[in-house]
């Protein structure tokens, strides 16, 4: 049988190399059969302390033998009142005694005195500085910084001062432009009130001359009404103020144009302080 075994390598004698290989081979059967995992792949160990927690059983039974004990407490209690009036003991005589009294008082009252000579200290302190002599420094320089100054001191509030008045004045100006107007037909009713009232008085006179001399009268009845006719609308022509419309419509527009110029010098004015303000900014 030995001459039919085959081995790979070359050898002298088969029979010995037939024996050589089956150990070698039965040798690393036996290593395949008795290997060891390098990777343990077992379930973990389970400890009963984990899972059984004796110490928080005991607690809780502890819990509630002191519940229970509390609860056959207050039921004796109960039952003690129910079978007697029961009691109440709520006095208590005890005075508060404290050891530190003193002491505290007088941190306290050395704490007030230190405020106080602070404060007196704080009061009684006389400034490094004079008050007085820092305003007039103040002042002095404000003065200096008056005459170096391009505009003058608060020129934005005379500007708007200078405005206002000047709307004023248009607006005055224009009610007096108005007043004329309405104010020829009350002169018209004066004139006719006064026309009425000459011609009463000059009716008046003829009649006191007609009474007075009745003689005069019968020899020239005739020159006396016509004098006194011939006087009255004279004299009523004369008193009828016919020249105020005149003067006054002459007067209006030397007023509209006086009004006009200095509507146009203000508004001139203020162009040139504004052109100034902005020659400043820039």
């Known amino acids: 049988m030995h001459r039919s075994y085959n081995s790979i390598l070359p050898t002298h004698n088969k029979l010995l190399q037939k024996r050589w290989d089956d150990t070698y081979y039965n040798e690393h059967r036996r290593k395949v059969a008795t290997v060891v995992p390098m990777v343990d792949t077992r379930a973990p160990p389970t400890y009963m302390h984990l899972h059984l927690k004796l110490k928080k059983l005991q607690l809780e039974e502890e819990r509630l033998a002191t519940i229970e004990r509390d609860n056959r407490i207050l039921l004796e209690k109960m039952s003690y009142i129910m079978r007697t009036r029961g009691r109440v003991d709520n006095k208590n005589n005890y005075e508060y005694k404290s050891l530190n009294r003193e002491k505290r008082q007088r941190e306290l009252l050395r704490v007030t005195k230190e405020n106080q000579q602070i404060l007196s200290r704080i009061t009684n302190r006389k400034p490094d500085y004079s008050h007085k002599k820092l305003l007039d420094d103040w002042d ?16 934005w509030i005379q500007q708007r001062q200078e405005s206002k008045a000047q709307k004023e004045r248009e607006t005055q100006s ?6 004329p107007r309405s104010g020829k037909g009350k002169k018209k009713k004066t004139d006719s009130a006064q026309q009425n009232k000459e011609s009463d008085t000059d009716r008046e ?8 001399e009745g003689k005069s009268q019968e020899k020239s009845p005739s020159k006396s009404p016509d004098k006194s006719r011939s006087k009255s609308p004279e004299k009523s022509k004369s008193k009828s103020p016919s ?10 527009p030397e007023k509209e ?12 004015e203020h162009e040139e302080k504004t052109k100034e303000q902005e020659n400043v900014k820039g």
């Open 140 to 155: 002095e320089n404000q003065k200096f910084m008056d005459n170096i100054s391009h505009f003058p001191k608060d020129w």
């Open 174 to 179: 224009a009610e007096k432009n108005d007043e």
């Open 205 to 212: 006179n003829q009649a006191t001359p007609e009474k007075d």
């Open 243 to 252: 020249k105020s419309p005149d003067k006054s419509q002459s007067k209006s």
């Open 257 to 268: 144009t006086q009004d006009q110029n200095k509507s146009k010098d203000d508004d001139d």
